[in-house]
């Protein structure tokens, strides 16, 4: 069965940082391309990050780049976002989510973890 | 930057059919994809490529897209489809997600 199960939320001030992981299972991880997508409290989904399967290639949605970063691990199957310089606007829950080929539906999501800035 | 139009709510009569349109500029030359989302959880894969069905989701489900709409039809609404909606696309180096769409079973 493939699992995608995210860790690492919680609160966190405003300016502070905060390093989400998600750790897959029941699929060869290292064959995947990877993504962060977040969705604010009652609202849509909003796409974060890509990143390839061998880590050759990452996106970022322009209201984060230059203040997060998506890293892999394939030989232990884990995904992290390094999220600094956080904002309020940056309060979601944060999905990881799965895509065989860059192009492809988002086969597979995680539950969430939920990151809270606020003073 | 490319962006997708959904309609914010749709209803539906228990039993009728239901489509939630998608509107994005030449949307048609785009492969769309559609997700629901049912409060607390995750989202969930409905449509691949425009009118594909994952393993699992009901027939009832159905995709198309042509020109600048792409449809996710709901046919024999049941309860359990009350859900919110997202269409997705890929533009150059970003996801896209239409706003979502709030389908009421009455």
């Known amino acids: 069965e493939v699992q995608l199960v995210e860790s690492g939320g919680g609160l966190v001030q405003p300016g502070g940082s905060l390093r989400l992981s998600c750790a897959g299972s029941g699929f060869s991880f290292r064959n995947y391309n990877m993504n962060w997508v977040r969705q604010a409290p009652g609202k849509g989904l909003e796409w974060v990050s890509y990143?390839?399967?061998?880590?050759?290639?990452?996106y970022y949605a322009d209201s984060v780049k230059g203040r997060f970063t998506i890293s892999r691990d394939n030989a232990k199957n884990s995904l992290s976002l390094q999220m600094n310089s956080l904002r309020a606007e940056d309060t979601a829950v944060y999905y990881c989510?799965?895509?065989?080929?860059?192009?492809?539906?988002?086969?597979?999501w995680g539950q969430g973890t939920l990151v809270t800035v606020s003073s | 930057s490319y962006e997708l139009t959904q309609p914010l709510s749709v209803s539906v009569a228990l039993g009728q059919s239901a489509s939630i349109t998608c509107g994005g500029n030449n949307i048609g030359i785009k492969i769309v994809h559609w997700y629901q989302q049912k409060p607390g959880q995750a989202p969930v894969l409905v449509i691949y490529r425009d009118s594909k069905r994952p393993s699992g989701i009901p027939e009832r489900f159905s995709g198309s897209n042509s020109g600048n709409t792409a449809t996710l039809t709901i046919n024999r609404a049941q309860a359990g489809d009350e859900a919110d909606y997202y269409c997705q696309v890929w533009d150059s180096s970003n996801v896209v997600f239409g706003g979502g769409t709030k389908l009421t079973v009455l």
């Open positions: 990143i390839s399967s061998s880590s050759t290639t990452m």
């Open positions: 989510a799965r895509a065989f080929t860059f192009g492809a539906e988002l086969d597979y």
